[in-house]
């Protein structure tokens, strides 16, 4: 039985079964290049839009552009995957958008925050990456199956909890309880589990796919790190609040 998915829709065996006989083949070093192009793109809009929310502009329009943006753009790049190199810088900048805004509002509440969070996201994804080099914690079928659970379900919540909004109704994941935090803390592991999905699945492909695919691997590994930055920013605001 063939294993080719991960809990990132960007990893899905559907990017990967065609061209495969292309001259250039994708390789680390091009992901790695990618990878750092696009961070990039995301820390200038980042900074952009902080020094809008500094100057006393409304950023409100910036953060929800920015979320709707990048799940539009994603939802096209699931279906024209060829169109990679051209929707994920813009990916990268919807995404800037939405986490200047968010990052801009914690730091005005809780100074400093955002560093904080940027920093055990950086500490986090070397942690795993170093985790799955020395095989300390090997892919299996089996954890396989338990982290793609794990993430469709919180998925699900979320977007539960984000449709009960519009009728005014709070959800157990909002606020400052015990449950709360205690979800946003499985949140913020199955979100680092997640990576090692994304690098197992680049080490299958890696000299094997097309080289255009490098952009998918980029906005597969984006998609995670935005997710698990998220996540934490919010562990860590919660926390700050209760104590």
């Known amino acids: 039985m063939r294993i080719d998915k991960t809990s990132n829709p960007a990893f899905n065996g559907y990017f990967w079964d065609t061209d495969k006989s292309a001259s250039e083949k994708m390789s680390v070093r091009g992901i790695i290049l990618k990878s750092l192009f696009s961070i990039l793109i995301i820390a200038s809009i980042v900074v952009y839009v902080w020094n809008l929310y500094v100057s006393g502009t409304d950023i409100k329009w910036f953060v929800t552009g920015g979320m709707i943006s990048a799940i539009v753009i994603s939802i096209v790049i699931s279906v024209r995957k060829e169109w990679a190199k051209f929707l994920v810088p813009l990916y990268a900048i919807a995404k800037g958008f939405f986490l200047g805004g968010i990052s801009s509002y914690a730091h005005a509440k809780f100074p400093n925050l955002p560093f904080q969070a940027i920093g055990v996201t950086i500490v986090t994804f070397f942690v795993m990456l170093i985790l799955y080099q020395t095989q300390i914690i090997v892919v299996t079928k089996k954890l396989r199956s338990v982290i793609i659970t794990a993430c469709a379900s919180i998925f699900v919540i979320y977007l539960i909890s984000w449709v009960l909004s519009f009728f005014g109704i ?71 609040i209760r104590f």
């Open 170 to 240: 709070k959800s157990f994941i909002r606020g400052t309880s015990w449950v709360a935090i205690i979800f946003n803390v499985l949140a913020a592991i199955f979100a680092s589990l997640a990576l090692l999905l994304d690098f197992d699945y680049i080490e299958r492909h890696k000299n094997k796919s097309p080289k255009d695919k490098e952009w998918l691997a980029t906005w597969g590994l984006l998609v995670t790190l935005v997710w698990l930055y998220v996540e934490i920013l919010r562990l860590m605001k919660k926390l700050a």
